[in-house]
Each structure stands twice: as C-alpha cells, then as structure tokens.
C-alpha cells in the first residue's frame, strides 16, 4: 500500500486514494514522526529512546521496537510476515523510514522551495501557492514542546515565512500584487521584525494604487523597528521609499511587448489603417511568449480586427486579420465566444471581398476560419483548411502555406484514426519552414510530431522532437514550448514510473506551470483527468476531491466518480447521458474513460459505443495525441470492452 505522510499540521496518514490509515497513539505518532524529521537518515534506537523520554524507564527501548513493529503493520498491512520493511527499514540499531520524498508532505515542501529559488516569476508564484495550500496548521501540531519536535517547527515555519516572501516577491515582479495586500498586512503584522515583509506589504499596496498606505507602512516599520527592536533603519526600506516617491517604472512591471500594444491601443494620432495593422503585427510577436502576453495579445488581436471591420474597409478588415499568423497546436480555444466572434468577422469580410479578393490575403482568411474554427465536426471549416491549402500552393506562398497547413492540421481531428496525415503535415512544416526561415512553424512541427509519437507509443522518436523544439524554443525566446515538452515528460514518468504519488505530484507540478502559461484551453481540467488517467492504470477509483475543477471534462468523468463515492444509481444516470467527446485532442481520451465506466457498470450497449469509436485508434495509446496523459495502449482498452459486448449478444 502506498502511503502520504502528512506532519505539516497534526500527523496525518492516509493512502494514495485519500483514506486515513490508522497508526495509533501520541508515543507511535512521535516515532513516526521522528523519523520524518530524519529526511531519510537512520535514527538510533538511543536516540529515539532519548527524544522520547525525559527519563527513560527500563524497558523503553523494547516499547520502542513495540512501535515501530505496530508502524509497520499500519503502514503495510499486505506485508507477509517476517519479509522486510519496505516502509521503516532497520539500519544498524535503529530505523530508517524509506517513503519517498514525494509522499511527505514536509519534505515536497522543502524540494519545492528549494527548486523555486531561481526559477521564472510565474512557475515561482504557482508552485509556491500550491505548496502553501499543504500547510494545515503548526507543524507536528500534536506532539508537544519536547525538544526535537520543537526544533524541526522553527526550522519549517523559517522555511515556510521564506516561501510566503519568495512567492509574494515573484507576484509582484509580475505586476500583479494588488490581491496580495490582506495576505502581507497579516504577514507583516505577525512577523513585525521581518524587514522584507514591510518592503513586500508596501509594493503590494503601490500596486493596488496606494502610495499614501504604502509610504505609511514603511514609515511605520522604520519606526517599529526602532522603537521594539532597536534596529536601525534598512536600506531597503529606504530604497522602496524613494522608489515610490518617484514613481519608479519597476514598481509595476509589464513586458516589453505587452507595453508595445498598450501603447498601440492608446495612440490617436497614429493613422487607424496603421495602427490596427501594426496592433495584429505586435500581438503576433507577444503571443509566442506566453504567459499574460498571451493572453493580452488574443484580446488585442480580437479588439484590432472588431475596430477595423467597423470602418466598413473589408480590405482593411481582411489585412488585419491576415497580419495575426501565430501557430496553433491545440484544438481547443483558449476563448471560444472569442475565437467565433473573430470567426463571423472573417466569413462577413470574404463575402464582402467577394471574388476578387488578391489569392494570398483569401487564402489567408481560410486559413484562419480552419484555425478558428476547431473543435467541431462543421464540414465547412475543413473544407476552408483545404482551400486555403490550394491557394497558397498555387500562390507558391511560404508563409500561407505553413499557415493552412496548420489549418488542416487542427480540422484533422474531425475524424479518429488520422495520425498520419498529421505525421505527414508535421514533417512538411518542418521542411518548408527551415526552407523559408519560419521558425515558429517549424517548431509547431516538432511539436506536433511529438504528438504523433506518443500517440504511435514512439517515445524515442517523441524525444527526438522535444529536443528539435527545445533547441529552436531557445534560439527564438518561445518559452510556451518547454511548457509543452515538461507536460510530454511528466506522460512518459506516468508510463514507466511505478510510483503513482510521484506521478500525481509531477501532475500537480505541471498544471501549476500550465496555470501561468496563458492557455486555458490546454489547462482546463487537465489536472483532474491526468490524475484519473493515473489511478484506472493502477486500478484504483477516481479522485473524488471537491476541490479539482474537471471543467469540460466533468460530464465524462462524473460516472466514476459517482461510483468512487458508491453512488451507483447516480453513475448509471449520468453515464445514460454522456455525450459524444468533442472532435479535438481528447476524443480517445474521453473515449477511454467511457470505457472503463461502461466497463465498471457492465453496460454492454455503452461497452460497445466505446468500442465503436476506438477502433480507429487500434495500435496507438489511448491520449497519446496530448503528448500529456496516457490511459494506456488502446488494443488493451479494446479488449476488455470485448468481454462485455461478447456478453450482451
């Protein structure tokens, strides 16, 4: 049985499906806990006597084997007697516990400060809040003032105080410490004597548009710190201050891009024909960093082709639209209302254009209502992909045919069982665009082959991209490509690791980087569906932790999880209901968890829907084509839904 220990707050323990595993009073709590403190090393039997008594009685040492042999039974109840510990293993005279890091809690906590300490502000402000949420309280929270329980609390609240300053420190170097002010006033006023936590409150509270409140608290703690310490004023305090005084522009950072639009956005004397190009131009620029540009560039993309159809120029409309040519390698929109107003804008400005449109801007235009228009099985947009092609070929045009083939690419998915079309597009994209120096589109191609290997079960040839598409990522500053290429890793640990805490915490690692990435698209309900992709291929129930948010995937997973909780009358009814999956990355993905609820119900007409639609997929693995989550080979899945539509006839 694998276990997670939890010491920061009361000691808890519970296995890997989140029940409580009972290892029983104070004195065996303490030892457990002792030995957590230990961060793996042995502890001597006379140790642990000495930090379990003031004044040991005579029979300690053999009440402290008692222990540690009713621990072991706790925590590894199928263990055949007189085989070894695999969980508290004896080293010399004393104990050793052998949970890995990533199952106790104070020690991920630990690895994850530690990792964080030169990472990028968004992986930092992610990762850190996540930690934080572990913290349940004071840490062995029910073991007393002894002395060692004592000493390993002031070493983790150190450890924790350290965490909150790194954290708030990443947010603001982001822009982004308005939300911040309540945590840090709290955070200050309980650590009074912490400098950096007043320097932290007051950039917080200039970011939030209060420079009176933010001059105030540093003028209040020069004087705490006086007064109830003795300490002379810091410079950073100081520094802050001057800072303030002159509006100094790091206070609230943005990017260089995103200022670039901002300022497009604002500029009036600019001609509008200009400016709106120019709005598209620096959007598709910002948009392969990530993250809020991002985000900010999609808006300001959506806003310039809005402005530009309202001044009635289809010509103007269509360059604007044409100017935005950022690669898409995922078939779910970040922001679908979005994506479909800019969709209805296109197809209103190709009418207007009519026939005499100039070939490269229509095929442009195609090629962007295929990209758009993702998702669905609308014969339209694929035949818009497929003309755009046309065109762009007959044009003899690099930069447009990169464009519809990515078109095709995303309308591909209309239809299962299409791998090697889209092998076969990645690998012109790659050609073309190494031709005509479009290193975006050729890294697009490397990533949808990595796609395509994982889906055929290639890892060797999947790795082969990443490596292609890292070294490219670099050269060309794309950051959201080594986003993409962690979540390919965390699928191959998923694969071959035996340890699904280890892989759950890579997971939970990955969704706090896709949380900043600024793809929503990709991120929503991605942590919950890998984490129900990990326990059906370990045979356990799915996740039923209110706190996971499944978001699209909700009605596909809610079966299980209605059986998880022993609902089975709930998950009849909604597996009576599900719907067909979307014509994107997921299909097989959902597929295969149709699956194992038609199998978990032993609903034979729903066994054979399921059958049905993976069949086209026989030989691949099932959510390969993410290149993020895997729900194993699909030939596997195929087979045990023949048991039960063999059943049925």
């Known amino acids: 049985m694998e276990i997670l220990v939890k010491v920061l707050g009361p000691i808890e323990v ?30 001597p039997l006379a140790t642990l006597v000495a930090d379990l008594w003031d004044d040991p009685p005579p029979t300690a040492a053999g009440t402290v084997r008692t222990f540690v042999a009713e621990l072991r039974r706790a925590l590894e109840p199928d263990r055949l007697p007189r085989t070894p510990s695999r969980a508290i293993e004896t080293v010399g005279t004393g104990y050793a516990l052998r949970v890995p890091r990533a199952h106790v809690d104070a020690h991920r906590f630990e690895d994850t400060l530690r990792a964080m300490r030169d990472a990028p502000g968004d ?78 409150l007051a950039r917080a509270l200039y970011q939030a548009g209060r420079q009176v409140d933010a001059l105030a608290a540093l003028r209040g703690a020069r004087t705490r710190l006086l007064d109830q310490f003795g300490l002379a004023s810091a410079d950073s305090l100081d520094h802050l201050e001057r800072d303030i005084l002159r509006h100094a522009p790091h206070l609230t950072p943005t990017s260089r891009d995103e200022d670039r639009l901002r300022l497009l956005t604002r500029t009036e004397a600019t001609g509008t024909s200009t400016r709106l190009r120019s709005m598209s131009t620096v959007a598709r620029a910002a948009a392969v960093t990530g993250g809020t540009n991002l985000v900010l560039a999609q808006e300001q993309r959506a806003a310039a082709a809005a402005e530009a159809e309202r001044t009635g120029d289809p010509d103007l409309t269509a360059r604007v639209i044409a100017a935005y040519d950022v690669p898409t390698v995922w078939t779910r929109a970040d922001d679908p209302a979005r994506s479909e107003a800019l969709v209805a804008t296109t197809r209103r400005t190709l009418r207007r254009l009519g026939p005499e449109a100039p070939p490269a801007l229509r095929a442009r235009l195609l090629a962007t209502l295929g990209l758009e228009h993702r998702g669905t099985r609308d014969r339209w947009a694929a035949e818009a992909a497929a003309e755009a092609e046309l065109l762009a070929r007959e044009l003899h045009d690099p930069g447009a045919l990169a464009l ?109 980087e896709l949380a900043g990435a600024g793809m929503p698209g990709v991120e929503a309900g991605a942590l919950p569906l890998a984490l129900l992709s990990l326990r059906l291929r370990h045979g356990r129930p799915a996740p039923t932790d209110p706190t996971l948010d499944w978001g699209p995937h909700r009605p596909w997973a809610r079966p299980l999880v209605d059986l998880a909780r022993g609902n089975v009358t709930a998950a009849r009814h909604a597996a009576a209901t599900l719907p067909e999956p979307p014509a994107d990355h997921l299909y097989d993905a959902l597929w295969a968890v149709t699956a194992h609820t038609a199998i978990q119900l032993q609903d034979g007409p729903l066994a054979a829907r399921a059958h049905d639609a993976l069949s086209p997929l026989r030989g691949e693995v099932a959510g390969g084509t993410t290149a993020m989550i895997t729900f194993g080979p699909v030939d596997d899945i195929l087979a045990a839904l023949e048991q039960h539509v063999e059943a049925e006839k």
Do not use: C, K
Request: proline share 5%; net charge positive; hydrophobic share 45%.
């Open 14 to 43: 519970t296995d890997a499906g989140g029940r409580p595993v009972a290892v029983g009073s104070r004195r065996r709590r303490e030892v457990l806990g002792r030995l957590v403190a230990a961060g793996g090393r042995a502890v």
């Open 123 to 200: 992986q930092v402000a992610g990762a850190l809040g996540e930690a934080l949420s572990w913290w349940r309280g004071e840490p062995y929270a029910d073991l007393g003032t002894s002395p060692w329980p004592a000493a390993e609390r002031a070493r983790l609240t150190e450890l924790h105080r350290q965490a909150v300053e790194l954290r708030a420190r990443a947010v603001l170097d982001l822009g982004r410490g308005a939300p911040l002010v309540p945590e840090l006033e709290a955070f200050a006023a309980t650590h009074p004597w912490r400098e950096h936590a007043w320097v932290l």
């Open 404 to 512: 519809a083939l990515n078109a095709r690419f995303v309308q591909s998915f209309q239809q299962p069982g299409r791998t090697a079309e889209r092998d076969a597009i990645a690998r012109e994209l790659i050609a073309l665009s190494a031709r005509h120096d479009l290193p975006t589109f050729e890294i697009l191609g490397h990533l949808i082959r990595i796609q395509v290997r994982a889906a055929r079960g290639d890892t060797e040839g999947a790795e082969r991209h990443v490596a292609a598409a890292e070294r490219l990522a670099a050269v060309h500053e794309t950051p959201l490509v080594h986003t993409l290429t962690a979540a390919f890793r965390t699928m191959r640990l998923a694969q071959r690791s035996n340890d699904p805490a280890e892989v759950a915490h890579a997971y939970r690692t990955l969704a706090t």
